[in-house]
Structures are given as C-alpha cells and as structure tokens.
C-alpha cells in the first residue's frame, strides 16, 4: 500500500479571487502566501496546471487550462466575469495541499477559449512568473 505523500496528487478544487477583492501578503524567496478574501468556487470539469524553470532559470514557464462543460448562458456569463482582470488562482489538490498561482506584483490575467460538441468553454493562462506558485 502506498502512503498518501508518494501517490501524484490531482487538482480537486479551483477558486479565483479578483486581486481587487483580496489582502496579500507575499514574500519573495518564501514558499508561502496568505491571501486574505472571499475566493470563488468554480464549477470546472477539468483543471491542468504545470509550471517549469526556464533554461536559463530566470523565470517559471506557466501553463493553466480550467475546462467547463457547463456552456449554458448563466454559466457562460459567470466564466465571462473573470476575463481580462487581475486575478490569483487556488488549486486545492487530493493531498490536501493549496497552490496559488499568481501574486499580488505578478497576478494572473486569465483567456477564454471554446469549441466543440457539445460546446465546452476554457479559461486558459500561459506566462511566466518569477516564482514558482506558493502554498497556501
């Protein structure tokens, strides 16, 4: 039986806070961030997240695709309100661990994308931050 620290944790909840509705308190060089706020479930069907040192190490290479399959009108407006804003975004993972990406001097600003059959919608972010997402 493997223990709960060697098994790959997956993304179970997905939270978005606008950084105009949020108290940070960051650190560089520190693994930790407190956000203070009221965070904004999502309702997403899939959550992909990766981040990796550049080449020549100066930054995070950022990717982050949140999947909805709910594309009804009321959905659709709810996903509408979170793009092109300043934001940070909570990953709650299996392991019980908490990542946010995004910082209060290097938020997130997330895109919309969709297609298909039915049609599903994304928001996506890729960029490149200084860090490497913190705890929460």
């Not at 550049?54 to 909805?68: A, P």
């Not at 709650?92 to 994308?113: A, E, I, K, M, W």
Request: charged fraction near 20%; glycine fraction near 8%; aromatic fraction near 8%.
């Amino acid at each position: 039986m493997q223990n709960r620290e060697s098994k790959r944790a997956a993304i179970c909840g997905v939270y978005l806070i606008a950084l105009s509705e949020s108290t940070v308190t960051n650190v560089p060089g520190v693994s930790q961030i407190k956000v203070s706020g009221i965070w904004d479930k999502m309702k997403f069907s899939s959550a992909d997240f990766s981040e990796q040192l550049s080449s020549d190490g100066t930054n995070y290479e950022v990717n982050l695709t949140i999947s909805f399959s709910d594309s009804s009108q009321e959905s659709e407006k709810e996903i509408m309100a979170w793009i092109g804003i300043y934001i940070l975004v909570r990953l709650d993972y299996t392991d019980g661990n908490s990542r946010v990406v995004g910082t209060d001097q290097f938020p997130v600003v997330l895109s919309l994308s969709g297609d298909g059959s039915p049609h599903a919608l994304r928001l996506t972010y890729k960029g490149q931050q200084p860090e490497s997402s913190k705890f929460l």
